[in-house]
């Protein structure tokens, strides 16, 4: 396990700033955990996948993480601070399957197996979100009959849904949130990828805007830069009046 240095981090924000969500997912983990290719990556779970993520956050802005959200009953604005470790403790840290799974429900048998980056990234070229669920299932069967996963009944469907997210407790996260002004309770979901990617994103920015300051002060290279620690490139800012 390890962290990403800042030239290596760079050149995964530039790759993944034009792509979609999920293969920004797989262009940052094959670049920080290359012991796993890209298509390995693609295979995981999203679960399996988000837990990397969050991992890699850790280790790139540390293990506290800021947020707001905003209550929908009042509008009151809220801060909400956690950690990691709220995600990646047990009980949601559970071994991650990679065979078929199986559920019974309203007289169908339904095989499949935990959906995957790649299933997630089919999805959103397709625009279709019911194209998960067709890509994860691998059989479903009513009365000894092979049937088409779209035309599973909702209550399979959901059966289903519910039998992944159990299988998988990382895939999807919700959040807990009570409002200090009307004690208005709800739940939010918590996407890692969207946050640490603007996480990634601002870094990133400030970053260059360091190298510039430096490199039309100096005329250092953006590699000489980026490899000097925080504390010194701070210091030389400080010096230049930036």
């Not at 890209?38 to 399996?48: F, K, L, M, P, T």
């Not at 890692?192 to 970053?207: K, N, P, T, V």
Request: charged share 25%.
């Amino acid at each position: 396990m390890r962290a990403l240095n800042p030239t290596a981090l760079l050149a995964a924000w530039e790759e993944g700033a034009g792509q979609p969500p999920p293969r920004r997912a797989i262009t940052l983990l094959a670049a920080a955990r290359p012991e796993r290719s890209a298509a390995e990556w693609a295979r995981a779970s999203i679960g399996e996948r988000d837990r990397a993520l969050l991992g890699l956050r850790e280790e790139l802005f540390g293990a506290c993480l800021e947020g707001a959200a905003v209550c929908p009953a009042c509008g009151q604005r809220l801060q909400l601070t956690f950690t990691t470790h709220d995600f990646l403790g047990s009980p949601i840290d559970v071994p991650i399957t990679k065979e078929s799974l199986r559920v019974e429900a309203a007289g169908y048998e339904v095989v499949y197996h935990l959906p995957t980056t790649a299933d997630l990234l089919a999805a959103v070229e397709t625009g279709e979100p019911e194209e998960l669920m067709k890509r994860s299932v691998e059989v479903a069967r009513r009365g000894g009959e092979t049937v088409d996963p779209a035309h599973m009944p909702e209550e399979v469907a959901s059966a289903v849904s519910a039998a992944m997210a159990q299988a998988d407790p990382l895939a999807e996260v919700w959040m807990a949130l009570a409002c200090p002004a009307c004690s208005h309770r709800w739940t939010c979901l918590f996407d890692i990828l969207s946050f640490l990617w603007g996480e990634i994103e601002d870094w990133a920015q400030r970053m260059l805007r360091e190298v510039h300051v430096l490199a039309s002060a100096y005329g250092w290279s953006e590699t000489d830069i980026v490899a000097m620690s925080p504390r010194r490139r701070q210091m030389y800012l400080d010096m230049v009046g930036a």
